[in-house]
Nanobody
Framework: QVQLVESGGGLVQAGESLRLSCAASGRIFSINSMGWYRQAPGKQRELVAVITSGGSTNYADSVKGRFTISRDNAKNTVYLQMNSLKPEDTAVYYC???????????????WGQGTQVTVSS
């Protein structure tokens, strides 16, 4: 079984920064891509940023230039540095690990439990 554990959420004021972390644990052989999604009240879950095992990244237009995703493959950990936060960034942020291959070659997609990010104006 693979688990994703997120940390780093909290309450900040507009313009401030936060750094989210997500560590994958379990019998992991490899992980294709890792990413962050968010869901605000009354809205659908949306992609924030994703990074492949090779380091290629993709960002939502709304966070380009403010957020940076990075990854430590040796630690199976993904980070999201969020700068210049805005009230509209307020949401629950979920970590995702796609095409996780376990040591028994079972392949699946996994989600973290979510961490709340609240940005006050």
């Amino acid at each position: 079984q693979v688990q994703l554990v997120e940390s780093g959420g909290g309450l900040v004021q507009a313009g401030e920064s936060l750094r989210l972390s997500c560590a994958a644990s379990g019998r992991i052989f490899s992980i294709n891509s890792m990413g962050w999604y968010r869901q605000a009240p009354g809205k659908q879950r949306e992609l924030v940023a994703v990074i492949t095992s090779g380091g290629s990244t993709n960002y939502a237009d709304s966070v380009k230039g403010r957020f940076t995703i990075s990854r430590d493959n040796a630690k199976n950990t993904v980070y999201l540095q969020m700068n210049s936060l805005k009230p509209e960034d307020t949401a629950v942020y979920y970590c995702n690990a796609d095409r996780v291959v376990s040591t028994n070659y079972y392949t699946a997609n996994y989600w973290g439990q979510g961490t709340q990010v609240t940005v006050s104006s």
